[in-house]
């Protein structure tokens, strides 16, 4: 056999990969105009609110996390300036990332001393405690309602006459904020739980065992796949963290799914 006879493409080979080559194409152009539209229907009342935090989060993990908390102030100020966001669960993300830097830093910064950390400890744990009022108080007002429900709730917050909605169409707008908030029902208690395993990593550092126990537990209950909580429980129980199977690492639980 030559060399490039290694090379010949027949022609059934030729129409698979024609086919396979337009299914890639249509799938790509789908999800280019799908995503596309999805960004154009989100309420453009929030963009910079959206910006700051993107910008945060760019930075989040890093020694100079605490220096962007102006970003995260920021959004807040745009999420508390409108009527229908103003009890949003997206104060508790705020709060939480300002808890999760302290946190890392009273942890992580060898440089500090023993009641920098602490103060770190407690000005994290306050914030923690924010976030976790915030998102209970959504969860309370939001969670089991319809979608329709969610509608009737937002219709009177969220004015057609807002000038961000000028020669747009508000519905598509006002649709996708309704989305928005169902898919928030099904996520805001895996936020809360997130909380949670946060202020058990706080009492862990602060030497309370037991209240860092009731915290992860609590996490647990809330989102039973929350493997951070998981494995400290363990930990804290005397064992082994849990590895990931190579199945759960290729496909991790649905986080769609309650």
């Known amino acids: ?15 698979i990969l024609a086919i396979t080559f337009s299914v890639s194409l249509l799938a790509v152009l789908f999800a280019f105009f799908y995503y596309s ?33 102006p970003y995260l102030d920021s959004a807040g100020a745009v999420f508390k300036s409108l009527p229908d966001y103003e009890s949003s669960f997206e104060e508790g993300l705020i709060h939480n990332n300002k808890c ?12 500090i001393f023993e009641t920098e950390k602490s103060n770190l400890l407690a000005l994290s744990l306050a914030y923690c405690d924010s976030s976790i009022i915030i998102y209970r108080n959504w969860i309370r007002e939001w969670a089991g309602l319809s979608r ?6 937002l219709r009177p917050l969220m004015k057609e ?17 309704v989305d928005n908030q169902v898919t928030a029902t099904i996520e805001t208690p895996r ?4 909380s949670f395993s946060n202020k058990g990593t706080i009492y862990r550092h602060m030497m309370k065992t037991d209240s860092a126990l009731t915290c992860y537990r609590m996490a647990l209950s809330l989102w039973k796949d929350n493997r951070t909580a998981a494995n400290n429980l363990r930990v804290l129980l005397g064992g082994e963290p849990i590895k990931p199977s190579l199945i759960e690492s290729l496909f991790p639980p649905d986080k769609n799914k309650n």
């Open 100 to 111: 999760s830097a302290l946190l890392l830093m009273a942890i992580y910064d060898s440089a």
């Open 161 to 177: 006459d807002h000038p961000a909605f000028r020669e747009q169409n508000f519905e598509n707008f006002f649709s996708r904020r």
């Open 37 to 69: 539209n999805l960004n154009k229907s989100e309420d453009p009342r929030i963009t910079k609110a959206r910006e700051f935090m993107l910008q945060y989060e760019k930075a989040s993990g890093t020694r100079t996390s605490l220096e962007w908390f």
């Open 1 to 15: 056999m030559q060399f490039k006879s290694l090379f010949i493409i027949t022609k059934g080979t030729k129409v």
């Open 148 to 153: 329709e429900e969610i509608a009737d709730k």
């Open 191 to 194: 936020r809360l739980s997130v």
